[in-house]
């Protein structure tokens, strides 16, 4: 039985949380300018079980107005942004002049300015060839398993018959304390298949002796692999994400948020407390709910035992237009931040014209600031005093952010 809620919440874990395995792949985006519209999004919401307080969708319009929040994130002293390293290691695989990247994430965070992919630490254990992705510029492509793909025709044809296209940029800031084992949040950005996802294990199984990092990078790992299988016309983020939890075996456990723009729309599943909000015209028009047993008690996925299962995370179709943000993340962006906040951001960095990844470090940034101030009334220090604890300020954790903006696929 995990620890006590009491003892949780004083080192910042969550109850019967396990685990994670971290798999990344990044990409910097060239700056883009996007135009807002005004209509508001509707979406269908299926296998929508959810329990506690914090686990209510936000649909509609809110508007963002805090010079409080621009003054800290764009004033002159602008020193909390992140930055990924980076450690390349470029493969020949005996296909000419094609060049194709295999990268690790270097622990030290150093700019990922114009490189083209990251993948996460601890992903060793892997086959170089299974993460094997096109870097920028290649002759030609391979599969997912390295061998030339008679597909790729067909597979650009589909992504340049869609009307939109995301353009993603991330950021990953670790845990102060466990940036030398490289946190326990996980993300992907699959560029060609325009599918993002990210994952939180957690750290609670770091007191039984296991990675918590481990189990959230296997599940992202697995699902890259099961969205290389799928057909490119077809991504169903639910089956996924269902794939990818069966081929995980990795002790621990973790929250799970896969997104991909499809034909239909902005096709999502949510598990857990990690979650995405679509902004509209300076207005966060959904938010995506928090599913938890009860607070700090989040719905995750766990390799052999007793956990919540894929088909209890709720999935989503919401219509999208040009000019629409999305911002997904991990629980250490929506502890620290209210959507309010997070679309001030957005919302000064589009009109900045600041590409994907800089809103990302922003938004990053200012949660993490926000993490460390004690004084500060926060999204977890409200739902803790809901709860009927004493607790003030922010919550330091890993923070992951995925910033995606709607574009016209001509652009």
Known sequence: MPMSLSRSLRRGFRLGQLGSIRALFGHCSDDIAVESTSSVANYSLRRASMAGSGSRDLLGRSHWRNDHVLDAVFGES?????????????????????????????????SCKDNPFVVGAGLRAFHSSSL????????????????????????????????????????????????????????????????????????????????????????????????????????????????????????????????????????????????????????????????QHAFNMPYQLQSGGTSDLPSSGQVFTIPVEPGDVIVAATDGLFDNLYSNDITAVVVHGVRARFEPQVIAQKIAALARQRALDKNRQTPYSTAAQDAGFRVYGGKLDDITVIVSCIAPNNL
């Open 132 to 291: 094997l992705l096109r870097a920028a510029g290649a002759a030609s492509d391979l599969s997912f398993h390295g061998s030339e793909s008679s597909e790729v025709s067909t597979d650009q044809k589909i992504m340049s018959d869609r009307p939109l296209k995301l353009i993603s940029g991330s950021c990953y800031l670790p845990h102060p304390d466990k940036e030398a084992t490289g946190g326990e949040d996980a993300y992907f950005l699959c560029l060609d298949e325009q599918v993002i996802g990210l994952a939180d294990g957690v750290g609670q199984w770091a007191e039984s002796g296991v990675n918590a990092g481990q189990y959230s990078r296997e599940l992202m790992a697995n699902a890259v692999a099961v969205i290389q299988e799928e057909p490119k016309d077809s991504i169903d983020p639910a089956r996924v994400l269902e794939k990818a939890y069966s081929r995980t075996k990795a002790k621990g456990s973790s929250t799970a948020c896969i997104i991909a723009l499809t034909s239909q729309g902005l096709r999502a599943v949510n598990l857990g407390d990690s979650g995405f909000t679509v902004i509209r015209d300076g207005c966060t028009i959904f938010r995506s709910p928090v599913q």
């Open 78 to 110: 602008d020193d909390l942004s992140c930055s990924i390293g980076w450690n390349r290691q470029l493969k020949n695989r005996g296909h000419g002049d094609s060049d194709y990247a295999y990268c690790l994430l270097d622990l030290r965070r150093r």
